[in-house]
């Protein structure tokens, strides 16, 4: 579910920036060749994640869920000169294809593509983050973010997808068969209750919830 109105997103795309001719085709390529291609940020959220980037400037970016690469080019705008951007991902069908995405990029030498388990590369990463991208199964949101949090840096932001997932958060009697829907409810909860950061949802497409980490 798309939160927006179709006709204001319009209006939205039409006086914000466009997608680079890259995006495009990676957008393109997603919808006609790639299962479930709804999971693709898409212009408007791109659009966003590409100002958030920009307005921190980060020395290091993590994204846990890479898709077809689209959220990581959108981001990697963002990035500091000698900046770099660890993307995770266990979908060895589009590693290839991702690939090639990031060489054909402006980015290449900044993106480092990891393939496998997130849980495991992360207890492997050393490094300090300044933006984090969690877009990967929700299951595993919670852990995700506790592994991750001790690895961002005070002032940092973690932005964590689909966080509305499709409305169904709202109406837990209605959804109360739907496994996932409980699983982004108690994340949101726990999230809320959480001390030691900002945070707040925003409607953008399946909903995204922006998080600072306290201390600057």
């Keep these: ?44 959220q791109g659009r966003f994640l590409s100002m958030i980037s920009k307005i921190k400037n980060p020395n290091c970016i ?9 959220s990581a080019l959108c981001m990697a705008e963002g990035l500091n000169k000698g900046g770099k951007l660890i993307t995770i991902d266990k979908d060895t069908s589009l590693h290839k294809k991702v690939s090639d995405f990031f060489r054909r990029s402006n ?34 949101y919670k852990t995700y973010f506790e592994m991750v949090l001790p690895k961002v840096n005070p002032g940092g932001i ?7 997932w499709s409305g169904k958060v709202t109406d837990l009697t209605e959804n109360k068969d739907d496994r996932l829907t ?12 959480l001390k030691g950061v900002k945070k707040m949802i925003l409607p953008i497409r399946d909903g995204i919830t922006i998080i600072i980490k306290n201390g600057q």
Excluded: W
């Excluded at 890259?22 to 693709?40: A, C, D, F, G, H």
């Excluded at 993590?62 to 689209?70: F, H, K």
């Excluded at 973690?158 to 509305?164: E, K, P, Q, R, T």
């Design 182 to 193: 409980k699983v982004m409810d108690d994340f949101n909860k726990f999230i809320s209750n």
């Design 107 to 140: 980015y290449n030498n900044q993106i480092i593509q990891k393939l496998g388990n997130a849980v495991d590369i992360l207890s492997e990463i050393d490094d300090s983050f300044d933006l984090v991208f969690i877009d990967a199964d929700k299951r595993n």
């Design 158 to 164: 973690i932005l964590v997808d689909n966080v509305l």
């Design 62 to 70: 993590l994204e846990i869920g890479t898709y077809t690469g689209y």
């Design 1 to 44: 579910m798309d939160f927006l109105d179709k006709r204001i997103e319009d209006y939205c795309l039409a006086y914000s920036d466009r997608e680079s001719s890259l995006l495009k085709e990676i957008n393109e390529y997603t919808s006609n060749n790639v299962p479930q291609p709804r999971m693709l940020s898409g212009h408007l």
